[in-house]
């Protein structure tokens, strides 16, 4: 078993890139499922792959105080950590009023069935993206429930920074761009192995 | 009026005199803990994310609570702080996120409260009021001139400590 990695930040031009490559592959799969359920052609960007400080993180994606909805699943067996996916207001908004015609101002002035809709888009979306990621790497990867919750981006940030504080102070930031009827979407996903997972994905993949 | 405010990013701690204030934004798991001695009006804020310093050769004292801690009190000491005047306040810890199946997840920020209440009674420092636990994060403010505490949250009216 490699450990060449000791934390996200140890990632070589060609870790990155072949992060990036997995990424892309996991996110354009993530915009067909999003595409078949809201019946909507959706194009994607070319995934960007960032590793980020917390406060880095938050500034890229909003502001510290600004509400955002998140569903979080936990990644076990042969790749553990954290999949992350934060709406950002534009996105929600795209995505409910595709779904069940709602428009909002706030996510507070949302109710529950917003928020289970939206839990079950960021999961099928954090799924498709696993999906195609096992199937590249040739790993089993088991999934939990989703879990969701509506708050402060920099509270929820703190979930992936303090469970994976002891190896590392950086996150893994992919962002892409969806693109819906010439809209483009901010959409925040985080993949987070724990270290020992992102060593043996670079390794069976060839980068050690 | 206030004149200044000092921002403190995750893990780290600023204090000072006078007239100004000092917040820590969008505490989740963390803990923020405001030290306060009226009679200096010397006050400090401290924003924990883990409960203890593994690795003592760690450099980031204020990331975890038991260091971040000592090095807050030894700082503020030295600028003439008494325990026994000191107003201590927290506010943090929540879980952010619900696993089902899966309890011991998310329980940080419960560790992290644990771990503060211990170091702050082994210092023999009180702590007047608290504001943890629950699932949403929050935004704390010290007001140095008065020792004024101030939560916010979302979909709630502010709170004072």
Known sequence: MSNRLKSYEDMNLQDLDVMKEISSIGTSHAATALSKLLQKEIRISIPEVNILGYEETVDKIGQIEELVAATLVRMSNEVNGLMLFIFKMDLANAVLGKLIGRHYESFEDMDEMDYSALEEIGNIIICSYVNAFTQLVGVQIDLSVPSSTVNMLGGILTVPIAEYGYETDKLMYINAEFIMEGEKLSDGLLMLPDIESLNSILEKLGVS | ?161
């Open chain 2, 1 to 161: 009026m206030v004149d200044k405010e000092l921002k403190v990013g995750i893990g780290d701690m600023k204090f000072t005199r006078g007239d100004s204030r000092i917040i820590t934004y969008a505490l989740g798991s963390c803990i923020g803990i405001t030290f306060y001695d009226p009679f200096l009006k010397l006050g400090a804020l401290l924003h924990i994310m883990l409960p203890s310093r593994s690795d003592l050769n760690d450099p980031k004292v204020f990331k975890y609570a038991d260091s971040g801690i000592h090095e807050t009190i030894r700082k503020l000491t030295a600028f003439g702080m008494m325990k026994n005047r000191t107003i201590v306040k927290i506010a943090g810890g929540a879980k952010m996120f619900e696993m089902k199946g899966s309890s011991d997840f998310g329980n940080i920020g419960q560790r992290n409260a644990a771990m503060v209440k211990k170091i702050l009674m082994e210092e023999k420092l009180r702590i007047v009021a608290e504001d943890t636990g629950g699932a949403y994060a929050r935004t704390m403010l010290l007001d140095v001139s008065n020792g004024d505490v101030i939560i916010r949250t979302v979909g709630k009216p502010e709170k004072h400590l």
